[in-house]
């Protein structure tokens, strides 16, 4: 009888200690967990990248069919100073997080705003500030604030959400297919206004070299973006940070910026 409840005792003892041995592998899985990431691309030496390469300026084809833009440059030059060759695998912007989660690629840059997602992705530092700005003819000075924009004409996408903070400034909406068209009329003195995202008016003014019109005034609270990672991804999103501080610190984010913006946005 004692011989066995000896036995017993053991494999209780046993038992134990090998749960015990278990939890501290499972532990010491979960602290390495962040760092399986870094390894892997720093392994691989390839930073996977998805992005839309649809949507000028900030991630689109050029007339060579070479992917470009904004985002692309940032993040091309993000790797080249983590030693990495980046590679981008095109998505649609509806299938853009599912890609994520699915570990088609290590982040995403797109523009990506953070919007409640912060549950479920982590994100690097901001990279991109933008704001909403109202556009009006050049030679337009009575238009200084939204108090000025009241019962005018302004030319908007009507499913964009400029649309929306349109109306809200009491303009009479006149529906226009994209920027191009709603500028063009603004030139035509058929609209007073129109509004839109900062970004796309400066590097239209940027590419275009139009005088013709002008940005009148920003409002709206500020739009930052960021570079987006699957839950888990610290230590990868470390280096990224990294190699964005030097390149404020450098001057190189200013210069990406300057060349498609004609300012430094990324602030």
């Not at 088609?104 to 982590?122: H, M, P, S």
């Not at 239209?204 to 500020?222: D, Q």
Request: glycine share 8%; aromatic share 8%; charged share 30%.
């Amino acid at each position: 009888m004692k011989k066995g409840l000896f036995t017993i005792l053991f494999i209780m003892l046993f038992a134990a200690l090998t749960a015990c041995g278990n939890a501290d592998n499972s532990s010491e899985k979960d602290s390495n967990k962040n760092e399986d990431l870094w390894t892997a691309v720093k392994d691989k030496g390839v930073l996977t990248v998805g992005t839309e390469g649809t949507y000028a300026p900030f991630t689109f084809h050029d007339e060579k069919n070479q992917l470009t833009g904004y985002d692309v440059e940032v993040i091309k030059e993000v790797g080249k100073r983590l030693d990495l060759e980046v590679e981008f695998k095109e998505t649609q912007w509806d299938s853009m997080f599912s890609g994520l989660n699915s570990k088609r690629f290590d982040l995403v840059a797109n523009q990506v705003g953070k919007n409640g997602r912060e549950d479920q992705y982590d994100f690097s530092e901001k990279y991109t500030t933008s704001k909403a700005v109202v556009v009006t003819k050049a030679d337009n000075n009575s238009i200084k604030s939204e108090e000025d924009v009241k019962g005018k004409t302004s030319a908007q996408s009507l499913t964009s959400n400029y649309n929306d903070i349109a109306k809200e400034a009491g303009a009479n909406v006149q529906g226009v297919e994209g920027l191009a068209q709603a500028l063009q009329l603004i030139q035509q003195g058929r609209a007073d206004v129109t509004f839109n995202d900062k970004l796309a008016v400066l590097n239209y003014l940027t590419t275009s070299k139009n005088k013709n019109v002008k940005i009148a005034f920003e409002t709206g609270e500020p739009q930052e973006t960021y570079f987006a990672f699957r839950k888990g991804s610290d230590t990868l999103v470390e280096q990224v940070n990294k190699a964005l501080d030097e390149m404020k610190e450098d001057g190189t984010l200013s210069k990406i910026s300057e060349k498609w913006f004609g300012e430094d946005v990324s602030n």
